[in-house]
């Protein structure tokens, strides 16, 4: 953080707002100068958390509470009924290939794009964005125009499970690649050389030098491309048909049980996808800092 | 790898070529491919319709209006993480990035619970004073900030970081009012990156989907929107619609992307 930079004889940095720009001095907790909160921030601040709460904190808090109010028997209940188990098995599997997938593909993409150079390079960068801002369903039709009942390569994975497979590698492709890229950008290639000209084999400067450097990136892009995974709905609408028991995802059964009236049921299993993605961020992000730990000792 | 073989290299490269072509450039060719088919005419014959010009007016207003709302919120919560101490600060920096990772069903799913017309926390007593949220536009202008609300953050955080507080020091030491430091310091040094948050933020605005399905009511000619256009016009067979406002949305899309792309290298000093 920059707390370092700031000297603390200087006036306040809390211009997000006009205001009087002096610290409060005097508060009992570590209120050191230039970096505490001034009237006007404290505003700020004030407008913008309960913004904020209004936005997401209270709607999602609602999706919680409406799930306990039907009780663990309700809970328990929705999530073991045979169609919704299914789906949920559904997603929650293909997002753990499709992370997998990425892990691997996300990393040799970044360093094609960092350590090879080739007419066409900036192209890729571009192409790799695309998933990232193309609009879900328009994500669906695309991914239908060349793998659906019209395919021009003869393959029609349409309303099958591979459906499934195919929108999640689409719309996740960034994240690994996006995380490692500037980590192996910065990395120090020096290394490498050394340990290159005291005799070790290129395999063997991968696995013990670059991939080490790499992990916590490829974990933190693993952790987001997994989250994004188990939620996806609008690239499968069109893709994967929605059959019940074979193609139907989480999210399309929170639809389904909010369309039928049964708000609780869908609370339920939206309250279990915040769970997963949540346990997933915070092992990965755990997980992220014992290796940086390791790493540094 | 200070020497890796030409013959690693190349395999590389190939692999990975052949993997985006397959699983994005040929497949979002095709698409513009589908449009153009037959010239011009399946593009002048949507924007003739008078639904379709409705909902790409309504998804351009929601759009601007998400995004106008996010960079406020965006650039007033980065200067407050970044440049103050307060209690929670962590707390409040990560459940920023939440949104990123829920699903735009879950989204539409809350605001319905805790906004909709029927039985939620806050629907009867909005509906008393004469707000609609849900089955309204404001409900997914609700739904589309929620979903890109970190985008601006997420940009802008960084920069700040990098950049410290030494020249808004100065300024504020030989005089400058609070808003004179945010207009002449720390606005110009981080507008690259706002303007990158700026146009992500647009294009997710402009594509969401999910979300709005649930919160709009999908009424056709009242709250539906462009992506929720496509999907209807693509069930009732009317495939050239749907492909010709789909390319609209990717070519939007794919143009905000490449101009963030192109822009960012060229002042990769200010990252």
Sequence with gaps: MTSTLAPPTAPSSAEGAAGTRRPRPGRARRARGPRALTPASRVGLGVGVLWFSILALVPLVAVVVETSQGGWAAFAHALTTPQTAAAIRLTVLNALGVTLLNAVMGTVIAWVLVRDSFPGRRILEVVIDIPFALPTIVAGLVLLTLYGPSSPLGVNVANTRWSVTLALAFVTLPFVVRTVQPVLAELDRDVEEAAASLGARPFTVLRRIVLPALVPAIAAGASLSFARGISEYGSLVLLSGNLPMRTEVASVRILAYLENGDQTSAAAVATLLLAVSLVALVTLDLLQRTVVNRGTH | ?271
């Design chain 2, 1 to 271: 790898m200070a020497r890796t073989s030409p013959w690693v290299r190349r395999t590389l490269r190939v692999v990975v070529v052949a993997y985006l072509v397959l699983l994005v450039g040929w497949p979002v060719s095709l698409v513009v491919r589908a449009t153009f088919a037959d010239g011009l005419t399946a593009l002048s014959g949507a924007l003739s319709d008078p639904t379709v010009a409705f909902s790409l007016r309504l998804t351009v207003a929601v759009a601007l209006q998400a995004t106008l709302l996010n960079t406020v919120f965006g650039v007033g919560i980065s200067l407050l993480l970044v440049r103050t101490d307060f209690r929670g600060k962590r707390l409040l920096s990560a459940l920023i990035d939440l949104p990123l990772s829920v699903s735009p069903v879950v989204v539409g799913l809350a605001i319905v619970l805790a906004y909709g017309p029927r039985g939620s926390w806050f629907g009867p007593w909005l509906a008393e004073h004469g707000v609609d949220v849900v089955f309204a536009p404001a409900g997914i202008v609700l739904a589309t900030a929620f979903v890109s609300l970190p985008l601006v953050v997420r940009e802008v955080v960084p920069v700040l970081e990098e950049i410290g507080t030494d020249e808004v020091q100065a300024a504020r030491s030989l005089g400058a009012s609070s808003l004179q430091t945010f207009w002449r310091i720390t606005l110009p040094s981080i507008r690259w990156a706002l303007v990158y948050g700026v146009v992500l933020t647009l294009a997710r605005s402009l594509g969401e989907f999910g979300a709005v399905k649930i919160v709009s009511g999908n009424l056709e000619g009242r709250t539906q929107t462009a992506t929720l256009l496509v999907e209807q016009r693509y069930h009732d067979f009317d495939h050239a619609t749907a492909y010709a406002v789909a390319f609209l949305l990717a070519a939007v899309s794919v143009a905000c992307i490449t101009l963030v792309t192109y822009l960012r290298p060229a002042h990769g000093a200010d990252r």
